[in-house]
């Protein structure tokens, strides 16, 4: 017989964060999900991620993330946000808000929808270096301050890649905007920056898989976005999250990874970067443990 090891009783699940699609427009330096134009939606169909979002709502979830890629470039993006809504559950969008549909629009105005993005600097040019694509800036600011002025809630999320980023003119931009959740965080060495160096649970914050879970395109689960590199089981061949998450395998992931004597993850914890977990100095989210060096 199997026995787990023992890590901390798991937490009811609060938040499932969907990968929708590996596929954006831009090809961010940091990215942890390795998004761009080129990627695929990847193998779940809309139907597999409908049932995961009741699923979802069955256990308990408060709180479903739609991120990617852009989420918003997935054929069933629409609809799957209306499913959420419907099943009760409250709707966390992370866009690079480079381009929004005027359909789009409409949907964000729902009250229990909110948006989250990335911004690099107040300096377009600094900013598209990060993105990768000219005119990203122009765009992104442009779209943050519609969605002030429709009175969308947003939170932003400004990743220090280091080397003297506008980090703290950023901030200041932004909140002059209006906006009112700005968080800032370092980048992890997942994904694009990993670079040569393997990923590491020392980039993750220590609250991983505490009542969230993360589904990505082919229908892994990890315990959380940035944690991808920690499968936990897969739900694309019908399996159910409940039975994931309940499992052996499961347990085992979550005892590798050195948690922190905290509360489990909010469902307000969001992946203000492309990549992860909420940005925040220093905070809740924060990386479990600080021995990358300084990026």
């Known amino acids: 017989m199997t ?39 990847g193998s779940m169909s809309t139907g597999d991620w409908r049932r995961v979002i009741t699923e979802a709502a069955a256990l308990g ?14 054929p069933g993006f629409t609809g799957l946000v209306g499913h959420a809504l419907d099943a009760g559950l409250r709707v966390r969008v992370y866009t690079n808000l480079y381009r929004v549909r005027g359909a789009h629009w409409s949907l964000y105005e729902h009250p229990r929808v909110d948006l989250a993005c990335s911004y690099y600097s107040d300096e377009a040019a600094e900013h598209d270096r990060v993105t990768g694509r000219a005119g990203s800036h122009t765009a992104t600011r442009a779209n943050i301050v519609e969605a002030v002025r429709r009175g969308i ?37 997942v994904g694009n920056a990993a670079g040569s160096v393997l990923p590491s649970t020392s980039a993750l914050c220590g609250r991983c898989g505490d009542g969230k879970a993360a589904i990505l395109p082919d229908g892994t689960v990890a315990p959380c976005e940035i944690g991808r590199f920690l499968p936990g089981g ?15 395998r499961w347990a085992r992931l979550r005892a590798r990874i050195p948690h922190r004597a905290a509360a489990p993850c909010d469902p307000e914890c969001a992946p203000l970067d492309d990549s992860q977990c909420g940005p925040v100095n220093s905070g809740p989210c924060g990386p479990g443990a600080d021995d990358d060096g300084d990026l």
């Open 153 to 189: 809630r947003v939170e932003v999320g400004i990743v220090d890649l280091g080397g003297g980023q506008r980090v703290a003119q950023a901030r200041a931009e932004l909140e002059a905007l209006g906006v009112a959740g700005v968080r800032v965080d370092r980048v992890r060495r």
């Open 234 to 248: 897969s739900v694309a061949d019908g399996t159910s999250l409940a039975s994931v998450l309940a499992s052996d």
């Open 61 to 74: 979830a408060v709180t479903v993330q739609l991120i990617g890629g852009e989420p918003s470039l997935s």
């Open 3 to 41: 026995i787990a090891p023992e890590g901390p009783a798991a937490a009811p699940l609060r938040c499932v964060a969907i990968e929708l699609t590996a596929r954006c427009q831009l090809t961010c330096s940091h990215c942890y999900a390795e998004s761009g134009p080129t990627c695929g939606h």
